[in-house]
C-alpha cells in the first residue's frame, strides 16, 4: 500500500483500514460492493477490518473508535453516512476514505472518487492525503454539528424528510417523486439571510428555499452550487426566491445542467459564515438526511453555518484537475435578482 509521509509521499506497504457498511442500507448495495474492494487491498499487503453498522449514529461511532485507534477509515454509503463518517474522523483527527454506495454520492463525486467500487479503491492504493472543508453548523444556542456537502431549508428539506420517511424506490426516482410531493405540499415561507459573522441580516424574501453548500453538487449529481470548492474556505449560498410552483421545476431542470444560476429568481453568492432564519417552522436537511439539530428548525431561530477549514483529512492524492468541472455562477442577492490483506469482518 502507498502510504503517505506528506505531499509527495515515500510508498510503505501495510495501512490498516477499517470499513464501516451497513448491510441494509440501500437494499445492500454496500455489501454488494465489498468484495471488488477487498481484493485489490488485501493484495497490496493491507490489513482490513469490516465493520457492519445498523445506522447513521452507529457508523458514527464506530468511525470514531476506528480513528482513534490510527486506522484509516473508510466510508461504504451514501452522502449521509459519508456526512456523519467525516465529522467523526476529523473530531478524532483521523482519514477518511470513501467507497460509494447511496443513491446521491454527492460528496465522492466532488472528491473525483468514482462510482465503480474497484476504482473507488484504486483512489485508497493511490495514497496521499487531502484536507478539505466541513461546514459547522448549529441551531440558536444549540452545540455546534459537522456536515460535509450542503445544509438546505425550504422545498429541498421537505423532499429529503420524505424520502427519509417513506418506502420509495432506489435512485434518482426516490428523490424525484420525494420532490414533488414536497413542491405539491409547499406552503409560502420567507426567508432571511446574513453572510460572514456579526452581518446584519439582509430583508426578508419569499421564496422556496436556500441552500448552504461545501460542496457543488446536490441531490444526485445537481451542480447547484456550482462556484463552491471543498478547499477554499468558502460556502456557495444559493436562494430561489418567490414565484410560480412551475417556476420552481424549471429551476430544477435548469440546476441539472448548471444554468439555474442563469435566472432572476436565483441568488448566488460566496461566503465563510451564513445564518439563516424562516418565518415559519420547517424541517432543515444536509448530506441527503435530515438535519438533526434543526428537525425542525423553529420559526426565527437562527440556523448559523461557517466553513470548517482543511478539518479534514481524505485518503487519495487529488485526481485530474477538478476546477475544470465547475461552473461559475454570477453573483447576486439572496432571493433572486441575479443576471444570470487480511480480511476480518466483525459486527458492529
Known sequence: ?????????????????????????????????????????????????????????????????????????????????????????????????IIPAGRGNDFARMLGIPADPARAAAVLLRGGRREVDLIGVRAGDGPEQMVAGSVYLGTPSEGARIAAAGRLPPGGLARQIAGLRALRAWRPASFTVATEAGAPAGAAFPGFCVVVANSAYFAGG?????????????????????????????????????????????????????????????????????????????????????VLRGVL???????????SRKVSPRPSRPGGRGRRGTTRRTRG
Open 313 to 323: 483529512r481524505v485518503a487519495g492524492r487529488e485526481p485530474e484537475p477538478a476546477a
Open 222 to 306: 445537481t451542480p447547484a452550487a456550482p462556484d463552491a470548492d471543498v478547499t477554499d474556505g468558502l460556502l456557495g449560498v444559493v436562494t430561489v426566491g418567490a414565484g410560480s410552483k412551475l417556476s420552481f421545476v424549471r429551476v430544477t431542470l435548469l440546476a441539472s445542467r448548471g444554468r439555474h444560476t442563469r435566472m432572476g429568481q436565483v441568488g448566488v453568492t460566496r461566503a465563510a459564515s451564513v445564518t439563516v432564519t424562516a418565518d415559519r417552522a420547517m424541517f432543515a436537511g444536509a448530506d441527503g438526511e435530515p438535519l438533526p439539530c434543526a428537525s425542525p428548525l423553529a420559526t426565527g431561530v437562527p440556523l448559523c453555518m461557517r
Open 1 to 97: 500500500m502507498i502510504a503517505d509521509a506528506g505531499e509527495g509521499g515515500t510508498n510503505v506497504a501495510g495501512d490498516t483500514y477499517c470499513f464501516v457498511v451497513n448491510p441494509a442500507a440501500c437494499h445492500g448495495r454496500g455489501i454488494r460492493r465489498m468484495p471488488a474492494v477487498l481484493g485489490p487491498l488485501s493484495a497490496a499487503g493491507d490489513t482490513v477490518r469490516v465493520e457492519e453498522s445498523s445506522s447513521l449514529g452507529h457508523a458514527a461511532a464506530l468511525a470514531a473508535e476506528a480513528a482513534g485507534r490510527g486506522e484509516i477509515v473508510v466510508a461504504v454509503g451514501g452522502d449521509g453516512m459519508v456526512g456523519r463518517m467525516a465529522a467523526a474522523v476529523a473530531a478524532a483527527g483521523g482519514v477518511l476514505g
